[in-house]
């Protein structure tokens, strides 16, 4: 529902088509490689492939499409991992129409559009942690073992407890779930 009433929003504009629409990550990457739009524009969380890993996986394919991030996560952790994808927008749901299509219009002429308020917080509080222990952290958040998480990145058990060792000293948490939902809730993970 959300989706046909963003694409009917963005049809209003007489200057701004619709050309595709995706129900998840991997289908949005689809069709973005498939009808090369001028600007793509996605949310952070999605099934099969997040907003931010499409955004990456364009700008490692060295994609022309330009990449808005639409998403109710006013978190600065998120902003700083979106332009780091390549995304050159960051606006949350709860904008007007006008304004979305006026930003449609600014990134596809590659200019950036940022929630000005969120992005005064994004430089308050940098992401301590690199992107392994990143990646060892999410893992761990959704429950899997250590030694499950050495076999899926290629590590071993070792080196992942000194990921997560690491990670839970930098958030200062007690435990790895609750490093987990400390980074998940400042938008790092």
């Known amino acids: 529902m959300v989706l046909g009433a963003l694409a009917a929003l963005l049809e209003i504009e007489g200057d701004i088509s619709v050309v ?3 129900r998840n990550g991997k289908e949005a990457l689809q069709a973005v490689l498939t009808h090369k ?3 793509f524009i996605t949310d952070i969380e999605m099934p099969e492939m997040t907003g931010l890993d499409v955004a990456a996986e364009l ?4 994609a022309s499409t330009r990449v808005i991030i639409l998403t109710t996560f006013a978190r600065a952790g998120y902003l700083r991992r979106a332009l780091e994808a390549g995304a050159l927008g960051y606006l949350l749901k709860d904008m007007r129409a006008e ?3 006026d930003a449609v219009r600014r990134v596809s002429q590659g200019l950036r559009v940022v929630d000005p308020e969120l992005a005064a917080e994004a430089w308050a509080e940098p992401d301590p942690l690199t992107d392994r222990e990143r990646q060892v952290l999410r893992l761990a958040g959704e429950g899997h073992a250590s030694g499950d998480i050495a076999g ?7 080196t992942v407890r000194n990921y997560l ?3 839970i000293s930098k958030l200062g ?3 790895r779930i ?3 939902r400390i980074a998940r809730s400042k938008g790092w993970l």
Do not use: H, T
Request: charged fraction near 30%.
């Open 178 to 180: 609750e490093a987990a």
């Open 59 to 62: 700008k490692r394919r060295k």
């Open 165 to 167: 060792s690491e990670a």
């Open 152 to 158: 899926s990145l290629g590590l071993s058990e070792g």
């Open 99 to 101: 304004q979305l299509a």
């Open 20 to 22: 595709a629409r995706a």
């Open 37 to 39: 739009p001028d600007v």
């Open 173 to 175: 948490a007690a435990n």
